[in-house]
């Protein structure tokens, strides 16, 4: 039985999401961003350098998700690349958070794993995160590429990063979809290259 007054504004939303899904690819800005982020990955990857990823909340969750589809496997068969999310360690992040408070939670680990030639990809669906914005600039302090997964007209982590992924604008839920979406095809790229161009397979 529905509750009378119930706000689906989910399902409302989603409906809509899904519509809009069939032309992700289409749209004029997510293209090219996706092949542009990717390009770098590869870059970074066939240079024997490594892939780190951090968020916040279902973004961390994202993170570690990509993150493992890189280093584990995501379409086909291959050697695991080096790609790790900056949310797992719980005694790194409590450690950092007490000492020197949750803000610089990702920016200190990028300062102690980040090296030139290596890539940072910070997710934000508000685009503002402190956190993620702190790490994206101590990845260009060190040398890295840094890379902004963002929504709602992109903030502050895509004035910084080297390239942003803008996702829609709306609530953390919708662009989190949109996210992993760009996210997936831009791993499915990233393992089409080196294994169709380099054949490390």
């Known amino acids: 039985m529905t509750p009378a007054g119930i706000d689906y504004r989910a399902r409302r939303d989603y409906d809509a999401l899904i519509a809009d ?3 992700l690819l289409e749209a004029p800005h997510y293209r090219p961003q996706c092949e542009a982020i990717a390009t770098a990955i590869v870059a ?3 240079d024997g350098k490594k892939i780190l990823w951090c968020g916040n909340g279902g973004s961390a969750a994202e993170a570690q998700h990509m993150a493992a589809e890189l280093s584990g496997r995501f379409l086909r068969e291959r050697p695991g690349l080096h790609s790790e999310a900056l949310s797992v360690n719980t005694s790194t992040l409590t450690c950092i958070g007490n000492d020197y408070g949750y803000d610089v939670v990702f920016a200190r680990q990028v300062e102690a794993f980040a090296r030139p030639g290596d890539v940072v990809i ?3 669906t508000s685009g503002t995160s402190r956190n993620v914005v702190l790490a994206l600039e101590a990845a260009k302090r060190c040398g890295a590429l840094s890379v902004a997964f963002t929504g709602n ?3 502050r982590a895509a004035e910084v990063a080297d390239l942003a992924l803008v996702g829609p604008d709306g609530y953390a839920a919708i662009v989190q979809e949109v996210h992993q979406v760009m996210a997936h095809i831009v ?3 990233v ?3 080196l294994i169709f161009e380099d054949g490390i397979a």
């Open 21 to 23: 899904r069939r032309g």
């Open 44 to 46: 970074a990857l066939r």
């Open 122 to 124: 910070g997710m934000t």
């Open 153 to 155: 007209g992109g903030g």
């Open 187 to 189: 791993c499915d790229l």
């Open 191 to 193: 393992e089409q290259v």
